[in-house]
Antibody
Framework: QMQLVESGGGLVKPGGSLRLSCAAS????????MTWIRQAPGKGLEWVGY????????YKSDSVSGRFTISRDNTQNSLYLQIDSLRAEDTGIYYC???????????????WGQGTTVIVS | DIQMTQSPSSLSASLGDRITITCRAS??????LNWYQQKPGNPPKLLIY???TLQRGVPSRFSARRSGTDFTLTISSLQAEDFATYYC?????????FGQGTKVEVK
């Protein structure tokens, strides 16, 4: 079945870096836009950014632009989120998700991972 | 950026109640509006996409409507498993934005 599994989270000091990974299985990974979403403790969902199936285009939220880098390796069926200059406000659960649809007609995030927790302290 | 304003932020209801959650977009998103359900300790689950289309496997007690830039999610008869937090999200343009969430609690 379709599955996404995140890894790479952990406890890191302010100013540090992390590379989160998302391993996909059960679908043709390169056919889909992939998205990162984060959720601070007790808060709502925040869209971080996405990357197209080919790797271009990609887009990040203004709130993370410059510190976060989204990439993918279709040969490994993997999505990545490099986070630099970590801040306390980056603490939360980071989810990867698949976006259903085609360019010009996107229909939501239909497959989600369980998330990986980042704590900046 | 498109702002998504969801209301109420929380509501208390009983089993069997009919509830409605509203989401308003700050500009036209046509029908590119999705609804998610999230239970504690779990990732969100896509319930409805394209404003009114039920995702496969979602019970028919869930329904949704669009009126211009106003969108509603209705649960016709609340079941125990429906107590959760619900989010809307627009997929019309980037950045994709979520509403702030509506927590449905037991009265």
């Amino acid at each position: 079945q379709m599955q996404l599994v995140e890894s790479g989270g952990g406890l890191v000091k302010p100013g540090g870096s992390l590379r989160l990974s998302c391993a996909a299985s059960g679908f043709i990974f390169s056919d889909y836009y992939m998205t990162w979403i984060r959720q601070a403790p007790g808060k709502g969902l925040e869209w971080v950014g996405y990357i197209s199936g080919s790797g271009t285009p990609k887009y990040k939220s203004d709130s993370v632009s410059g510190r976060f880098t989204i990439s993918r390796d279709n040969t490994q069926n993997s999505l990545y989120l490099q986070i630099d200059s970590l801040r306390a406000e980056d603490t939360g659960i980071y989810y990867c998700a698949r976006e259903e649809g085609i360019v010009g007609a996107f229909y939501g995030l239909d497959v989600w991972g369980q998330g990986t927790t980042v704590i900046v302290s | 950026d498109i702002q998504m304003t969801q209301s109420p932020s929380s509501l208390s209801a009983s089993l069997g109640d009919r509830i409605t959650i509203t989401c308003r977009a700050s500009q036209s998103i046509t029908s590119y509006l999705n609804w998610y359900q999230q239970k504690p300790g779990n990732p969100p689950k896509l319930l409805i996409y394209a404003a009114t289309t039920l995702q496969r496997g979602v019970p028919s007690r869930f329904s949704a409507r669009r009126s211009g830039t106003d969108f509603t999610l209705t649960i016709s008869s609340l079941q125990a498993e429906d107590f959760a937090t619900y989010y809307c999200q627009q997929s019309h343009s980037t950045p994709r934005t979520f509403g702030q969430g509506t927590k449905v609690e037991v009265k």
